[in-house]
């Protein structure tokens, strides 16, 4: 009778799995940039990496080596690591790796990278087989090496140094070996450059101007607008200071000097439609406010209107945003004139 564990594996199953296991090694492991490998160091870009991996096991029977998809586990053990002799190094501290491409755009504000590499791989699937072919004319032979991939995204905040990084990928596999491309006989990295972050300060915004949004049924409007420069877009905001939010608005001044009542708010990003009623909303005036809808503008307004009431606060807004590249760009709003108009300047 064949002996059994207490999980009820018999022992000459268990040895041939520990055979199997023995059995695994590394026919290919390569990371490689995708794009030119530097990013702002700001936290949020990304800088796109590819990592090609073949697993092989050995056939017994045939004494050969076969080609093996990675397990769930195996391709959970993959990282990007610090250069180094250490199989079990880490990321250098404010490095981040991530599996899936974020929100943000890959490139600069001189223009973005490719989305193909240059064999024409699809970089935007996480995950791929790729074949390359190698062919010898004169003997009419092809060699041909057949490796998964793997895209990752690396990320870096603005407090690293800013200079070159070496990084390696490793993967542990089944039979509880690391490996590191730098430990392998084909050794490889990457090489990542942070960029110092930009900041576009009040000077740098473009096509500043006023509109006469609304004059009607004693309520007058204003608009301005700030566009960003290098076609920049805005993906987040971030405020403080305001006296009151709304859905659309953020609100730093509502101040009544005299007859007239005077406010004054930012109108968030996302905001493509604006009344009255949206400004002011206890009035039934649903009409609408002429408003520029473009993402790549700061708007705000100035609303003035004869009224008996006020909450009366006239504060500085806080308003930071991050552009589609992850740098962020600070400025504070408040208003002048005895509440009249409102200004924009550096936060």
Not at 250 to 272: E, G, H, M, Q
Request: negative net charge; contains cysteine; charged residues 20%.
């Amino acid at each position: 009778m064949m002996n059994e564990n207490i999980s009820g594996q018999n022992t000459t199953e268990k040895f041939q799995d520990i055979q199997n296991l023995s059995s695994l090694k590394l026919g290919w492991f390569k990371i490689t940039p995708i794009g030119e490998p530097k990013m702002y160091a700001n936290g949020n870009q990304q800088c796109k990496v590819e990592i090609q991996i073949e697993k092989l096991i050995f056939d017994e029977k045939n004494s050969i080596w076969l080609k093996q998809s990675l397990t769930s586990a195996e391709i959970s053990s993959i990282k990007i690591a610090e250069f180094s002799s250490n199989v079990l190094a880490s990321l250098p501290n404010g490095w981040y790796k991530d599996d899936t491409k974020n929100k943000f755009d890959i490139g600069f504000i001189s223009g973005t990278f490719s989305e193909m590499d240059e064999f024409g791989f699809d970089v935007n699937n996480d995950e791929n087989f790729a074949q390359n072919s190698i062919e010898d004319g004169s003997l009419n032979v092809t060699e041909r090496a057949s490796y998964q991939v793997f895209t990752r995204f690396l990320r870096c905040a603005s407090s690293v140094p800013i200079q070159p990084q070496k990084l390696m990928a490793t993967i542990r596999l089944d039979n509880g070996e690391t490996y590191s491309t730098h430990s392998v006989s084909d050794e490889s990295y990457v090489t990542i450059t942070p960029i110092a972050p930009y900041r576009i300060n009040v000077g740098n915004l473009l096509n500043h101007r006023r509109d006469d949004a609304y004059t009607a049924n004693g309520y007058d409007v204003d608009i301005y607008y700030w566009q960003l420069p290098y076609s920049l877009r805005i993906l987040e905001e971030v405020y403080s200071g305001q006296g009151h939010t709304s859905s659309k608005l953020l609100y730093f001044t509502d101040k009544k000097p005299k007859s007239k009542r005077f406010i004054c708010a930012t109108i968030k990003s996302n905001v493509s439609y604006l009344t009255i009623k949206d400004i002011v909303d206890y009035v039934n005036d649903t009409s609408s406010v002429n408003l520029k809808e473009n993402n790549q503008f700061i708007r705000a307004l100035r609303f003035a209107f004869n009224s008996h009431v006020s909450t009366n606060y006239d504060n500085r807004l806080s308003y930071n945003i991050t552009d589609n590249f992850g740098c962020v760009h600070k400025y504070i709003f408040n208003s002048i004139e005895n509440f009249n108009m409102l200004t924009i300047s550096n936060g």
